[in-house]
T-cell receptor, first 114, second 117 residues
Framework: DQQVKQNSPSLSVQEGRISILNCDYT??????FLWYKKYPAEGPTFLISISSIKDKNEDGRFTVFLNKSAKHLSLHIVPSQPGDSAVYFC?????????????FGKGTKLSVKP | ETGVTQTPRHLVMGMTNKKSLKCEQHLGHNAMYWYKQSAKKPLELMFV???????ENNSVPSRFSPECPNSSHLFLHLHTLQPEDSALYLC????????????????FGPGTRLTVT
């Protein structure tokens, strides 16, 4: 059973508007969450992360929100740009001695239209 | 070269062949990883190496055999694969594998697209 779920396989947004990508998880032991972005023919690249002791982390146009009670996190991109078009993966880890083990979602393909 | 490189980028092999995938990281990291991404499935962690020692093996069949001769290089040796092993194989590295940000912020290579016929 999937521990990290991205229920929307795709999302289309107009340039300049906000993109909101969602992720749900089931394991309450997860204590670190990340978003990765992937362009075609390239490997995923790290985008932004958040520790479970926080509920928000912001980096420029990207903000990640964490709602632990709902086991839900979201990535907000504002304003969205055509170059943001990519597949976005949510990932989580249980921390401690998990030795870098990340559990990934299936990804959401974001298309930002000019 | 910078970042994480992988060769070959594409590989087609028969079920009786033996081949190897190569990964090299130029970031001075101490941990390296192999992931598998099958169609319509999430990335799955296969192996973790920390300071050239294998620290994790996620129930991967023995037809996949990793090798880490030093902290910059990682290989995945393949033999008698099955068609269902066709996938994108991604290598990644991180500063260490002790948990926390230094472990979870991983840098990925572009992957090897493997097709088993």
């Amino acid at each position: 059973d999937q521990q990290v779920k991205q229920n929307s396989p795709s999302l289309s947004v107009q340039e300049g508007r906000i993109s909101i990508l969602n992720c749900d998880y089931t394991n309450s032991m997860f204590d670190y969450f990340l978003w990765y972005k992937k362009y075609p023919a390239e490997g995923p690249t790290f985008l932004i992360s958040i520790s479970s002791i926080k509920d928000k982390n912001e980096d420029g146009r990207f903000t990640v929100f964490l709602n632990k009670s709902a086991k839900h996190l979201s990535l907000h991109i504002v304003p969205s740009q055509p170059g943001d078009s990519a597949v976005y993966f949510c990932a989580a880890s249980a921390g401690g001695g998990s030795q870098g083990n990340l559990i990934f979602g299936k990804g959401t393909k974001l298309s930002v239209k000019p | 070269e910078t970042g994480v490189t992988q060769t070959p980028r594409h590989l087609v092999m028969g079920m009786t062949n033996k081949k190897s995938l190569k990964c090299e990281q130029h970031l001075g990291h101490n941990a390296m990883y192999w992931y598998k991404q099958s169609a319509k499935k999430p990335l799955e962690l296969m192996f973790v190496y920390s300071l050239e020692e294998r620290v994790e093996n996620n129930s991967v069949p023995s037809r996949f055999s990793p090798e880490c001769p030093n902290s910059s290089h990682l290989f995945l040796h393949l033999h008698t694969l099955q068609p269902e092993d066709s996938a994108l194989y991604l290598c990644a590295s991180s500063q260490d594998a002790m948990g926390g940000r230094r472990s979870y912020e991983q840098y990925f290579g572009p992957g090897t697209r493997l097709t088993v016929t």
